[in-house]
């Protein structure tokens, strides 16, 4: 298996709902990540997991809530969005260690976000 | 700080035609450059990744070229087809386990049938 895979594709909510969106991996990386990307714009990264724990944090509002319940999946949590939120939402996973400079990054197909 | 730069934004071709996507970078302490394709609303696919130490990768129709010391990037796309349309981004690793990846803004390709 070589594939990031992100659930939901498609997600509307409401500015007071709770959703979550899933990630999950079984290539054995241990590196997992968010990034947010709005239209016409480069991929901005949100947080970092290596080995389960948060490593990163580029200072994201606590709306958004990350968690990494194992090696394999990756969630975040979302809660009282604003409708700038709305973007496409991707995961990528990477070997945690130095050989991730020789392997790179795995994508997702994203979450596309519309906070309404 | 490190700043990567993609030119052109965008770029429109005849099909059948080679051309090179450039990404520029401000810092040549980097540990590798990884190419991608995005197509629209969707996510990032891996194209070709080099190493710092490279030179070069090859991948069928793909060729992607490193100069460190003057901060550059091509990728060479030889007989372009309708089907390569999509935004090409670049991204640049500063730190081992991608924990400092910076992408570029990326070339919209439009391959003209």
């Known amino acids: 298996d070589t594939e990031v895979t992100q659930t939901p594709k498609h997600l509307v909510m409401g500015m007071t709902n709770k959703k979550s969106l899933k990630c999950e991996q079984h290539m054995g990386h241990r590196a997992m990540y968010w990034y947010k990307q709005k239209a016409k714009k480069p991929p901005e990264l949100m947080f970092v997991y290596s080995y389960e724990k948060l490593s990163i944090n580029e200072s994201v509002p606590s709306r958004f809530s990350p968690e990494c319940p194992n090696s394999s999946l990756l969630n975040l949590h979302l809660h009282a969005l604003q409708p700038e939120d709305s973007a496409l939402y991707l995961c990528?996973?990477?070997?945690?260690?130095?050989?991730?400079?020789?392997?790179?990054?795995?994508f997702g197909s994203g979450t596309r976000l519309t906070v309404v | 700080k490190q700043e990567v730069t993609q030119i052109p934004a965008a770029l429109s071709v005849p099909e059948g035609e080679n051309l090179v996507l450039n990404c520029s970078f401000t810092?040549?302490?980097?540990?590798?450059l990884q190419w991608f394709r995005q197509d629209p609303g969707k996510g990032l696919t891996s194209l070709l990744l080099i190493q710092s130490s490279q030179r070069e990768q090859t991948s069928g129709r793909l060729n992607a070229s490193l100069d460190k010391s003057s901060g550059r990037s091509t990728l060479y796309i030889a007989a372009s087809q309708p089907g390569d349309s999509a935004t090409y981004l670049c991204?640049?690793?500063?730190?081992?386990?991608?924990?400092?990846?910076?992408f570029g803004a990326g070339t919209r390709l439009f391959v003209k049938a």
């Open positions: 810092d040549s302490a980097i540990y590798n």
């Open positions: 991204a640049v690793t500063t730190q081992p386990g991608g924990f400092k990846t910076i």
């Open positions: 990528a996973s990477s070997w945690a260690s130095r050989d991730s400079a020789t392997y790179g990054y795995t």
